[in-house]
């Protein structure tokens, strides 16, 4: 349907009152009755939730009923509901582009107090629109095929999960992941609440599956360099850091980490944070996948120095898989989706100094506590104090930097769940008397509150109150050689001092330093947390504000294993459903020449970040390639000649909405 | 390096040897203080709970003072009197009502509020202006055998922390390393040492400060190094109280400047050490005198 002149024109124009919340600010009624005067709007009304089904309905009758060639809604963000109401006009016969969409509640309602002002700029906005909407030309969307492969960055639980189930689908995944083994936190965790169920025994038979999966590209030791492209034709650049060691020929029987020119360990072991010493050459940890070998160039004599007997290499012999000549690889990978599951970082108790972690030996985090527990863990399982003793009582502070407006605001979600569960092992590994000083207890999962009611019946004692130190100042008999925690507690409505003999601070978590570069890289927006940020809370919670990037686990906000799998699954899903449609929409949104009024100064071509613009020599013109075009409009601004127009941002439309804008009423 | 320098009423009374200490060592260092004319009471803590307004206004006529001495930077070696400028400093900053009526009053005296006057605690200066190397370039006698808890008190770390760490300050730890000294790790750096407490209800504040000593001599110290001219009095003066209500307690505390300057060579007189209360005869004792 393309109108021959603009007199032709038929609007249909819809006020939503959002339930309350465009209406308690904006006086639709009056808006709709405003509108309703203009020249060319035929029917304007108000109603309660356009969006749904009777609100399109009603849309859809008036164009048939009205013969309307033209439609503006003014509701909220064109974010959540612009591809809603575009489907609605188009259902009805109407090019889906007749449509132009008016922002009222994030721009007017939600931001403003004063009702009267509010309507006043609800009424201006929708003028703008209804003058705009008049040059709208019919357009088409543009399609492009998508990659069926995908892209999965972080080979924690999440990452994993998400791999498995596209896998499993039939898709091919590349699982990039940047330590030397796939498990992430997962890994160094005894055992899960609230079942006690071994992390080991549920995560490693996953693990395993991910390395054989023939359609799992696996890549760990790597980060992803640089991301090209848009949804369904991602160009993403994979560094592939050399680990010296040929992961093909590798079979990981540990020799060379025997054969070592150091004897014993000596550098502080990362998945054991720290509890037991590495040697240069090592592996991630018993069950690292892929089985192989890492060296650490930073640590390893033959690569810092070129000096070293070499005994390693005598070790591997003829397997000849340690390469001190390896290189850092660049490859080159083109995916439809991507899926980001790069977790989280534990907070760093040093920025507490009350609770002196790092001073007093005895004050510990819950993940060194964690993995002390582990029977496969530095200690074998057995929870000892630096000097080797066994603890008669141990205290755990929650809300370690967590739920504090000197540090983070947020609460973690899985401390106090997390600590319980320690709590509950160290009662029956050790029988110490256990101490939980909390804020609040927060276990409303499944299964949860009954967890809290075993750790009850199994006498550990709960204090309420924020611990105002840790320290080693004894002023009782009792209190000599112990921790001394000092807390008022608020039920009891005194300050208490409690002697133990270890003190566990549950750390909560926090983005990765690098967050906001990974952000970047991946063109994604953060909270002010450094949270990567969903499209929408609630109804699109694993998508981003870019297409084909799905965001699952704790690199999303704190949540326990449950959630990250589910968030894991729902990723995957999304991506199935783009990958299962075959092909993307875009918006017709690109611009173009009139090649009759180009003069060929070729002004546009360093212009284009895309490179979307080509010159032709013989007819001296310039042209623009719609299938990269990104529609940024910097060509269309700096042409001189004003021979550049752009779809959807035409000169008449731009300068329409102005007028609308600016008219006085 | 010429600092304005501003004594408050204790370095005139019961803290004499810290401003003797604090003279000489300067003086030793080349660093010049010269002494605000007609400054008045800092207000301490007292006034600025009865009346804020007021207690701005006493301050700020000291700050005014400063200004129109054309030094900027203003020594304050009491803690009440540091406090009690920097929060006056503060109080104007942030209130417009307040900064109106302090220069209401300031005007009928002829005088002008300014507020780029610093006020610095002379373990700042020493630390950063002077710095330690200079400091440890004039050690005569490196204090062997010393073993210090380091007490900051309360009132230089909180609620403003201008040169230090509020939970863990460690300037004069560094200093007092400089000097040779052995500094004890001590958990109670600042914690209160009863304050004003110690002569309204005595008890408590007895109670406070005999937690303090007791903990440093069960931590091995044989001196304790104060900043604050209320903490030294404090610490040293009721040990004898103590002793009647707890277990004994002996054990000399002295101004920081104290210890730097016997590090340096000086005369004990030169330093005040005669007007103290615990001896630190047995103290000196144990210094090796070293040929330089």
């Given at each position: 349907m393309n109108l021959g002149s603009l007199r032709d024109v038929r609007i249909g124009f819809y006020v939503c009152h959002c339930g309350s919340n465009i209406?308690?600010?904006?006086?639709?009624?009056?808006?709709?009755?405003?509108?309703?005067?203009?020249?060319?709007?035929?029917?304007?009304?108000?109603?309660?939730?356009?969006?749904?089904?009777?609100?399109?309905?009603?849309?859809?009758?008036?164009?048939?009923?009205?013969?309307?060639?033209?439609?503006?809604?003014?509701?909220?963000?064109?974010?959540?509901?612009?591809?809603?109401?575009?489907?609605?006009?188009?259902?009805a016969g109407l090019n889906r582009f007749f449509f132009q969409m008016v922002n009222i509640r994030e721009h007017v309602s939600w931001v403003h107090t004063d009702r009267t002002a509010a309507t006043a700029k609800a009424r201006a906005l929708a003028r703008a629109?209804?003058?705009?909407?008049?040059?709208?030309?019919?357009?088409?969307?543009?399609?492009?095929?998508?990659?069926?492969?995908?892209?999965?960055?972080?080979?924690?639980?999440?990452?994993?999960?998400?791999?498995?189930?596209?896998?499993?689908?039939?898709?091919?995944?590349?699982?990039?992941?940047?330590?030397?083994?796939?498990?992430?936190?997962?890994?160094?965790?005894?055992?899960?609440?609230?079942?006690?169920?071994?992390?080991?025994?549920?995560?490693?038979?996953?693990?395993?599956?991910?390395?054989?999966?023939?359609?799992?590209?696996?890549?760990?030791?790597?980060?992803?360099?640089?991301?090209?492209?848009?949804?369904?034709?991602?160009?993403?650049?994979?560094?592939?850091k050399p680990r010296y060691v040929d992961e093909d020929l590798c079979v990981g029987c540990k020799e060379c980490i025997e054969a070592c020119v150091y004897k014993e360990g000596k550098f502080p072991d990362?998945?054991?944070?720290?509890?037991?010493?590495?040697?240069?050459?090592?592996?991630?940890?018993?069950?690292?996948?892929?089985?192989?070998?890492?060296?650490?160039?930073?640590r390893c004599l033959k690569l810092k120095t070129g000096k070293c007997k070499q005994t390693c290499l005598e070790a591997c012999a003829d397997r000849k898989a340690i390469d001190f000549t390896q290189q850092e690889q660049h490859t080159e990978i083109k995916v439809g989706n991507i899926i980001i599951a790069t977790g989280f970082k534990t907070f760093d108790p040093h920025r507490i100094p009350?609770?002196?972690?790092?001073?007093?030996?005895?004050?510990?985090?819950?993940?060194?506590?964690?993995?002390?527990?582990?029977?496969?863990?530095?200690?074998?399982?057995?929870?000892?104090?630096?000097?080797?003793?066994?603890?008669?009582?141990?205290?755990?502070?929650?809300?370690?930097?967590?739920?504090?407006?000197?540090?983070?605001?947020?609460?973690?979600?899985?401390?106090?769940?997390?600590?319980?569960?320690?709590?509950?092992?160290?009662?029956?590994?050790?029988?110490?008397?256990?101490?939980?000083?909390?804020?609040?207890?927060?276990?409303?999962?499944?299964?949860?509150?009954?967890?809290?009611?075993?750790?009850l019946k199994m006498g550990i004692e709960f204090v309420r109150g924020r611990v105002a130190e840790v320290t080693d100042w004894a002023m009782t008999p009792e209190e000599e050689g112990k921790l001394v925690i000092r807390v008022e507690d608020t039920l009891a409505g005194f300050v208490r001092r409690i002697p133990l003999d270890l003190v566990v601070l549950a750390v909560g978590m926090e983005p990765h330093a690098d967050a906001q570069d990974v952000r970047r890289l991946f063109n994604m927006s953060c909270g002010t947390e450094g949270w990567f940020l969903e499209r929408h809370p609630k109804l699109a919670p694993v998508s981003t504000f870019t297409d084909g990037l799905f965001i699952a686990g704790c690199c999303q906000g704190p949540k326990d294993i449950p959630d990250s799998v589910a968030q894991a699954g729902a990723a995957a899903a999304e991506a199935l459903s783009l990958i299962g449609r075959g092909y993307i929409e875009q918006e017709p949104n690109t611009a173009a020449v009139d090649a009759t009024h180009c003069s060929g100064c070729k002004t546009c071509l360093p212009l284009c970040p895309y490179s979307a613009i080509t010159f032709d020599e013989t007819q001296h013109k310039a042209a623009v390639n719609p299938a990269i075009c990104k529609g940024c409009g910097t060509c269309v601004a700096g042409c001189p000649s004003g021979s550049i127009d752009q779809n959807l941002f035409t000169d008449e439309e731009i300068l329409a909405e102005i007028t609308g804008l600016l008219a006085s009423e | 390096m010429k600092f304005c320098y501003y004594p408050g009423c204790s370095l005139r009374g019961t803290g004499r040897a810290y401003e003797e200490s604090l003279l000489a060592v300067f003086q030793v260092l080349g660093v010049e203080l010269q002494e605000l004319a007609d400054w008045n009471c800092c207000g301490a803590t007292a006034y600025m709970?009865?009346?804020?307004?007021?207690?701005?206004?006493?301050?700020?006529?000291?700050?005014?003072?400063?200004?129109?001495?054309?030094?900027?930077?203003?020594?304050?070696?009491?803690?009440?009197?540091?406090?009690?400028?920097?929060?006056?400093?503060?109080?104007?900053?942030?209130?417009?009502?307040?900064?109106?009526?302090?220069?209401?009053?300031?005007?009928?005296?002829?005088?002008?509020?300014?507020?780029?006057?610093?006020?610095?605690?002379?373990?700042?200066?020493?630390?950063?202006?002077?710095?330690?190397?200079?400091?440890?370039?004039?050690?005569?006698?490196?204090?062997?055998?010393?073993?210090?808890?380091?007490?900051?008190?309360?009132?230089?770390?909180?609620?403003?922390?201008?040169?230090?760490?509020?939970?863990?300050?460690?300037?004069?730890?560094?200093?007092?390393?400089?000097?040779?000294?052995?500094?004890?790790?001590?958990?109670?750096?600042?914690?209160?040492?009863?304050?004003?407490?110690?002569?309204?209800?005595?008890?408590?504040?007895?109670?406070?400060?005999?937690?303090?000593?007791?903990?440093?001599?069960?931590?091995?110290?044989?001196?304790?190094?104060?900043?604050?001219?209320?903490?030294?009095?404090?610490?040293?003066?009721?040990?004898?109280?103590?002793?009647?209500?707890?277990?004994?307690?002996?054990?000399?505390?002295?101004?920081?400047?104290?210890?730097?300057?016997?590090?340096?060579?000086?005369?004990?007189?030169?330093?005040?050490?005669?007007?103290?209360?615990?001896?630190?005869?047995?103290?000196?004792?144990?210094?090796?005198?070293?040929?330089?």
């Amino acid at each position: 349907m393309n109108l021959g002149s603009l007199r032709d024109v038929r609007i249909g124009f819809y006020v939503c009152h959002c339930g309350s919340n465009i209406a308690e600010k904006v006086d639709c009624t009056a808006v709709a009755q405003y509108i309703a005067r203009l020249p060319g709007v035929i029917v304007s009304r108000d109603y309660k939730y356009m969006c749904s089904d009777p609100g399109q309905e009603l849309i859809q009758q008036d164009i048939r009923k009205f013969e309307l060639n033209r439609v503006v809604v003014a509701s909220c963000s064109p974010l959540l509901h612009e591809p809603t109401f575009r489907e609605a006009v188009a259902a009805a016969g109407l090019n889906r582009f007749f449509f132009q969409m008016v922002n009222i509640r994030e721009h007017v309602s939600w931001v403003h107090t004063d009702r009267t002002a509010a309507t006043a700029k609800a009424r201006a906005l929708a003028r703008a629109a209804v003058q705009r909407v008049r040059h709208h030309q019919a357009l088409e969307p543009l399609r492009a095929p998508i990659h069926p492969d995908t892209l999965v960055v972080g080979g924690g639980i999440s990452g994993i999960h998400a791999a498995l189930l596209l896998a499993n689908s039939g898709r091919h995944v590349f699982l990039v992941e940047r330590e030397p083994s796939i498990g992430g936190r997962m890994a160094q965790l005894d055992k899960t609440f609230p079942t006690l169920d071994c992390a080991a025994c549920i995560l490693t038979p996953k693990m395993s599956a991910v390395r054989n999966h023939p359609n799992i590209t696996l890549w760990t030791y790597s980060e992803v360099e640089k991301v090209d492209g848009y949804v369904g034709n991602y160009t993403v650049t994979v560094r592939r850091k050399p680990r010296y060691v040929d992961e093909d020929l590798c079979v990981g029987c540990k020799e060379c980490i025997e054969a070592c020119v150091y004897k014993e360990g000596k550098f502080p072991d990362e998945f054991n944070v720290g509890l037991s010493l590495r040697k240069p050459v090592y592996m991630a940890f018993a069950q690292a996948t892929p089985q192989v070998v890492v060296i650490d160039p930073e640590r390893c004599l033959k690569l810092k120095t070129g000096k070293c007997k070499q005994t390693c290499l005598e070790a591997c012999a003829d397997r000849k898989a340690i390469d001190f000549t390896q290189q850092e690889q660049h490859t080159e990978i083109k995916v439809g989706n991507i899926i980001i599951a790069t977790g989280f970082k534990t907070f760093d108790p040093h920025r507490i100094p009350q609770y002196r972690y790092g001073i007093l030996p005895n004050v510990i985090t819950s993940l060194e506590l964690e993995r002390m527990i582990t029977a496969s863990g530095p200690t074998a399982g057995e929870i000892r104090l630096r000097d080797g003793a066994h603890p008669k009582s141990v205290g755990f502070i929650l809300c370690v930097g967590s739920r504090d407006s000197r540090h983070n605001r947020w609460c973690s979600r899985t401390c106090c769940m997390h600590s319980m569960k320690l709590a509950q092992l160290v009662r029956e590994h050790t029988g110490a008397e256990v101490t939980i000083f909390y804020i609040d207890l927060r276990a409303p999962g499944k299964g949860y509150e009954e967890f809290l009611d075993r750790s009850l019946k199994m006498g550990i004692e709960f204090v309420r109150g924020r611990v105002a130190e840790v320290t080693d100042w004894a002023m009782t008999p009792e209190e000599e050689g112990k921790l001394v925690i000092r807390v008022e507690d608020t039920l009891a409505g005194f300050v208490r001092r409690i002697p133990l003999d270890l003190v566990v601070l549950a750390v909560g978590m926090e983005p990765h330093a690098d967050a906001q570069d990974v952000r970047r890289l991946f063109n994604m927006s953060c909270g002010t947390e450094g949270w990567f940020l969903e499209r929408h809370p609630k109804l699109a919670p694993v998508s981003t504000f870019t297409d084909g990037l799905f965001i699952a686990g704790c690199c999303q906000g704190p949540k326990d294993i449950p959630d990250s799998v589910a968030q894991a699954g729902a990723a995957a899903a999304e991506a199935l459903s783009l990958i299962g449609r075959g092909y993307i929409e875009q918006e017709p949104n690109t611009a173009a020449v009139d090649a009759t009024h180009c003069s060929g100064c070729k002004t546009c071509l360093p212009l284009c970040p895309y490179s979307a613009i080509t010159f032709d020599e013989t007819q001296h013109k310039a042209a623009v390639n719609p299938a990269i075009c990104k529609g940024c409009g910097t060509c269309v601004a700096g042409c001189p000649s004003g021979s550049i127009d752009q779809n959807l941002f035409t000169d008449e439309e731009i300068l329409a909405e102005i007028t609308g804008l600016l008219a006085s009423e | 390096m010429k600092f304005c320098y501003y004594p408050g009423c204790s370095l005139r009374g019961t803290g004499r040897a810290y401003e003797e200490s604090l003279l000489a060592v300067f003086q030793v260092l080349g660093v010049e203080l010269q002494e605000l004319a007609d400054w008045n009471c800092c207000g301490a803590t007292a006034y600025m709970s009865v009346d804020e307004v007021m207690a701005c206004t006493l301050t700020a006529r000291n700050l005014a003072l400063a200004a129109r001495s054309g030094l900027h930077q203003m020594v304050a070696p009491c803690s009440a009197c540091f406090l009690a400028l920097n929060k006056t400093k503060h109080a104007i900053a942030e209130s417009p009502l307040i900064a109106q009526r302090v220069d209401e009053a300031l005007q009928r005296a002829g005088l002008t509020y300014e507020n780029g006057i610093a006020v610095r605690h002379p373990l700042d200066v020493l630390v950063t202006d002077v710095g330690l190397e200079a400091i440890r370039q004039r050690v005569r006698r490196p204090l062997t055998g010393f073993k210090i808890a380091p007490y900051y008190g309360c009132q230089i770390v909180r609620p403003y922390s201008p040169f230090d760490d509020q939970d863990r300050p460690a300037t004069m730890d560094r200093l007092l390393q400089a000097l040779g000294a052995e500094v004890l790790r001590y958990p109670l750096k600042t914690k209160c040492c009863g304050g004003s407490l110690t002569g309204t209800m005595a008890e408590i504040g007895l109670r406070l400060s005999y937690l303090l000593l007791r903990e440093a001599a069960k931590r091995g110290a044989n001196v304790i190094s104060t900043v604050c001219p209320l903490c030294q009095f404090n610490l040293e003066a009721y040990q004898d109280d103590m002793a009647r209500l707890w277990e004994p307690v002996r054990m000399p505390v002295l101004h920081f400047t104290q210890l730097m300057g016997i590090a340096f060579g000086l005369e004990p007189r030169q330093l005040g050490l005669q007007r103290g209360i615990v001896s630190v005869k047995p103290l000196l004792a144990r210094l090796q005198e070293v040929a330089i």
